[in-house]
């Protein structure tokens, strides 16, 4: 099995940073690609960010040019680094990693809340 534990979370005014991170552990060699997804209150939940093992990025229209995902393969740890964030950026944050077999979000982290405030 896999095991993803995201950090780095918490409550920052408009205009601020964060960094997540989520540490992967367990049976490593199981993981493709890793990404982040967010779940705000009364939306659906949304791939804003995802890399690759080649390290190609994705990043969601809303999140493009503030978020830069990356990973740390020496450290098994996937990293968000947030930027300009805004009161719509509040959300359940989740880190999430592709089956090598079936190159689905197939592993979840139990999510990290980020709140921004005006």
């Known amino acids: 099995q896999v095991q993803l534990v995201e950090s780095g979370g918490g409550l920052v005014q408009a205009g601020g940073s964060l960094r997540l991170s989520c540490a992967a552990s367990g049976s490593i060699f199981r993981i493709n690609g890793m990404g982040w997804y967010r779940h705000a209150p009364g939306k659906e939940r949304d791939l804003i960010a995802a890399i690759s093992t080649t390290g190609s990025t994705y990043y969601a229209d809303s999140v493009k040019g503030r978020f830069t995902i990356s990973r740390d393969n020496a450290k098994n740890t996937l990293y968000l680094q947030m930027n300009s964030l805004k009161p719509g950026d509040t959300a359940m944050y989740y880190c999430?990693?592709?089956?090598?077999?079936?190159?689905?979000?197939?592993?979840w982290g139990q999510g990290t809340q980020v709140t921004v405030s005006s």
């Open positions: 999430a990693a592709k089956g090598r077999v079936t190159l689905r979000y197939d592993y």
